[in-house]
């Protein structure tokens, strides 16, 4: 069965340092995968894209990496700031249409 | 309105009673989703609906469960005979999908269950 995993322990990083939180897949061919951002007690908001033929993609302090070989995506947050705190949420469609699947999440402290 | 908007934002019931669950979506989102969110717990998919196609109702956890939603707006998630179990946050999203459109999903806060 189709399966999302992100790592399930939280990730504490001092401020300024770049945060990386991994997105790995099984039984999958993702045509593209997204990554959302979730506080507490909110709805997750939606961060970026990227698709299967780009390697790539970078919006302001943020950057994800796709290898569909090792079925696999980075999420980078570089010069992180207290206010990135948050619980980070890969998504990929599934299914061959367009019913969207999350991982578990993972949660990011950012120390001042 | 500008966002999905979902209500009630809490509702706390009894068990073995009926809820019923409203989402709002964005305007001209042909695309609404319901998840279920267990408390520390990730998102897990309920039934998802596109345009006048029929539902695709595969996570819907028990016939307990059911959901509608008229053309392409409001959507209503019931839940009957609630058990504990049932507690968690409900969280509702939207869609603007066209083709092969991958448009991101849009968010409402959720409406909390919480079942005594």
């Known amino acids: 069965s189709q399966k999302i995993e992100q790592n399930s322990e939280a990730l504490n990083i001092q401020e300024g340092k770049t945060a990386t939180l991994t997105c790995n897949y099984t039984n999958y061919s993702p045509a593209y995968l997204q990554w959302y951002r979730q506080d507490p007690g909110r709805g997750p908001v939606f961060l970026l894209l990227i698709r299967e033929n780009e390697k790539e993609k970078r919006k302001e302090r943020l950057k994800v990496t796709f290898d569909t070989t090792l079925k696999q995506s980075l999420f980078h947050i570089t010069a992180s700031q207290p206010a990135d705190s948050a619980t980070y949420l890969c998504a990929l469609p599934s299914g061959g249409g367009f019913k969207t699947i999350f991982g578990a999440g993972t949660r990011l402290f950012v120390k001042a | 309105g500008a966002g999905v908007s979902q209500s009630p934002s809490n509702k706390v019931t009894e068990k073995g009673k009926d809820v019923e669950l409203r989402c709002d979506p964005i305007?001209?989102?042909?695309?609404l989703y319901w998840y279920r969110q267990r408390l520390g717990q990730g998102l897990e998919f309920l039934i998802y609906?596109?345009?006048?196609?029929?539902?695709?109702k595969s996570g819907l956890p028990s016939d307990r469960f059911s959901a509608e939603r008229t053309g392409e707006s409001v959507s209503t998630l019931t839940i009957q005979r609630t058990q504990q179990e049932d507690s968690a946050v409900y969280l509702c999203?939207?869609?603007?999908?066209?083709?092969?459109?991958?448009?991101?999903?849009?968010f409402g806060e959720g409406s909390r269950l919480t079942v005594l």
């Open positions: 999203a939207s869609s603007r999908r066209q083709g092969s459109n991958t448009g991101e999903l849009f």
């Open positions: 609906f596109q345009g006048n196609s029929a539902p695709d």
């Open positions: 305007s001209g989102h042909t695309a």
